[in-house]
């Protein structure tokens, strides 16, 4: 079982920058990819950015490579979206996931959800 809780959610304006973090708990941390999704009003829920178990492996969406930087901390047991140049159709609900060894795209691969943080960018 792992549970995980979303920050850094905020305001921000078009061109800026936030960074959100995922806490996992339990002591496998290291033994789960991990991935961040998202999901605007009225759209489905999209594919951001995934990492593998130890950190070596990551992907993003089209939309935000070169622009978002997934990481994690497996000492911390921590995973962390760091967003620049944000947009605002970056606008949406950000949340985090876990399934244990594989990551993926689809969202239907995934174990644990947080319950999500919002992500507001102002034009």
């Known amino acids: 079982q792992v549970q995980l809780v979303e920050s850094g959610g905020g305001l921000v304006q078009a061109g800026g920058s936030l960074t959100l973090s995922c806490a996992a708990s339990?002591?496998?941390?290291?033994?789960?990819?991990m991935g961040w999704f998202r999901q605007a009003p009225g759209k489905e829920r999209e594919f951001v950015a995934a990492i593998s178990p130890g950190g070596g492996r990551t992907d993003y969406a089209d939309s935000v490579k070169g622009r978002f930087t997934i990481s994690r901390d497996n000492t911390k047991n921590t995973v962390t979206l760091q967003m620049r140049s944000l947009k605002p159709e970056d606008t949406a609900a950000y949340s985090c996931?876990?399934?244990?060894?594989?990551?993926?795209?689809?969202?239907?691969?995934?174990?644990?959800w947080g319950q999500g943080t919002q992500v507001t960018v102002s034009s």
């Open positions: 339990g002591r496998t941390f290291s033994r789960y990819a």
């Open positions: 996931a876990a399934n244990l060894a594989v990551y993926y795209r689809n969202f239907a691969g995934y174990d644990y």
